[in-house]
Structures are given as C-alpha cells and as structure tokens.
C-alpha cells in the first residue's frame, strides 16, 4: 500500500486579484483574520482590519508594514454597533469604497447542554450573530451605493454537523444561524449587486486551537483524522478560499455556504 500523501497549504499567484478594491476584516489579530487580511493586501486591496486586541492587531499591521502592504489597524468590536458604524463609515470616507466585508470575528463558549449556563448560551450567539449583523448591515448603504460588493461570513462545519467530542451546542446553533443569515442577506443583496457567501471551516490549527491539541492526546488524534485528506487545516487554507470569494473570478457566486474542512463534512466517522 502506497504511504498516505499529505497535501501541501493552499497556495497559488495572488497579484493583482483584489486590484484597487478597499477590504474591510474584523478579528485581525491573530489566526484566521490575520492570515486573512496579509493575503487580500498581497492581492493588491487596501485593507482596513479591525479588533478589540490592540498590541495583537498592532502586529498584524507591522507584518503588513515589513511586506510593503497597505493594512490599516483599528481597535473596534462587532458587537457593538456604535463603534462598527464609525469604523466603516471611517474607512468609507478615507478610501470612498468598500468592496470587501470580511466577518471574521467571534467567540463562543464550550460545554455540553447541561452545563451550559444561560449567560454563555446569550455570549455565544451575541459574539457569533451580532459580528456578522452590525458590520453587514452598516456596510450595506455602502456597497447599494456603489452597486456592489462582496460579504464573506465565517461560519464553521459545527453549524453543519454534530461534531464528536467538541461539547459547543451554542457554537452550532450561532454558526448554522450564520449559514442561515448569509443565504437571506444573498437574496437580499442580488438586486443591488451585493454578493453574500459563507466558508465553514472545518478542523483549523489555530492560536485558540493549538492549546487543546496540545493538551488533550484523544482530541487531537479526533481533531487530526475529522478530514479525509490527510492533515488538519491551516489559516491560509481558509485565506486561499476566502480571497477567491472575494475576487471578480467569483462574480457569479452568492449564497452559498463553502466548507473548507479537508473533506471532514463529505464522509462519516474520523480518518482510519
């Protein structure tokens, strides 16, 4: 039997693909949004990142710098909708566009159904809908303005399925309400030119993920065998697919929820 191949990190020509459009991504600090917001400023966007983690985003902004890019930090959280409106309109009035909505941001607690208090259930979904709803509906005048744009949401495979040892009942209920909202806010869109699409992630190593792979032996041998090829996701796997949604090679695309979880949704039970 031939050794199992383990697939290289999505990666690809970036150049020019968001040419002078004006990018705006919330949660920058670290991981995902990061990864995020480097690549849509390799790919030619003006970036504008926000985050209610100063000194992490700051880093963000100086690895931008030591590249040449164009990335522009802000310290703003999703949920609040004062603070989300000022950071929008902000950028709109600097750069006099916004092409891009990145809804990366969110929190969530984990615990199974019995333990899960009644203050954590309202966190959750709080820091899982209100990030994708307060930034969308203040980018949208904008982008009906303009005659377009494209909203990306992050959702994740536990909006999609059960997933085994990950006790996150919260997490499913606001990741499936963001699969949910990205196909109404679609239909909404289309009129105007607005495209809304979702990427589900599947199994990430992450900053908030590495502890617990660490920690926790059995989870990560489930964590590490949730895909069909043959190791977990990494943030640019997510970028890659994040910033082909945004691009102009997706103007025919809205609506859909794209997995990106190295086939952990396409099969049942953990790799052998």
């Known amino acids: 039997m031939n050794d199992i191949v383990i697939p290289p990190l999505s990666h690809g020509p970036v150049a020019d693909r968001l040419k002078n459009k004006v990018a705006f991504v919330t949660g920058t ?7 995020v917001a480097l690549l849509f400023s390799r790919a030619g966007a003006i970036v504008l990142g926000a ?13 931008a710098r030591s590249e040449g890019l164009t990335f522009k930090a802000a310290v703003a959280d999703s949920t609040d909708e004062a603070a989300t409106k000022a950071w929008i309109d902000a ?12 809804n990366n941001a969110g929190f969530a607690h984990f615990a199974p159904v019995e333990a899960l208090t009644q ?16 930034p969308s509906r203040f980018a949208w005048p904008h982008m009906k303005r303009q005659c377009g744009g494209s909203i990306i949401n992050v959702a994740s495979v536990s909006g999609m399925l059960a997933t085994p040892l990950l006790p996150g009942i919260a997490h499913a209920a606001g990741k499936g309400g963001v699969i949910s909202v990205t196909r ?17 992630p599947g199994p990430i190593v992450t900053p908030t993920t590495r502890p617990v792979l660490d920690a926790d032996p059995v989870f990560r041998t489930a964590f590490e065998g949730w895909p069909s090829l043959a190791r977990p996701g990494q943030p640019e796997d997510v970028a890659y697919a994040a910033l082909f949604l945004a691009s102009d090679e997706a103007a025919w695309i809205t609506g859909i929820n794209l997995p990106v979880d190295g086939g952990m949704s396409s099969k049942a039970g953990a790799r052998a």
């Open 91 to 102: 950028g709109v009035a600097e750069f006099g566009r916004i092409d891009v909505l990145y």
């Open 119 to 134: 203050a954590q259930w309202t966190e959750t979904l709080k820091y899982e809908l209100d990030v994708i709803f307060n």
């Open 29 to 35: 600090a670290s991981g995902q949004g990061r990864q």
């Open 184 to 200: 109404q806010l679609s239909m909404e869109g289309a009129p105007h030119g607005i495209r809304v699409n979702s990427i589900s």
């Open 51 to 63: 985050d209610i983690k100063e000194s992490e985003n700051a880093e963000t902004a100086a690895l």
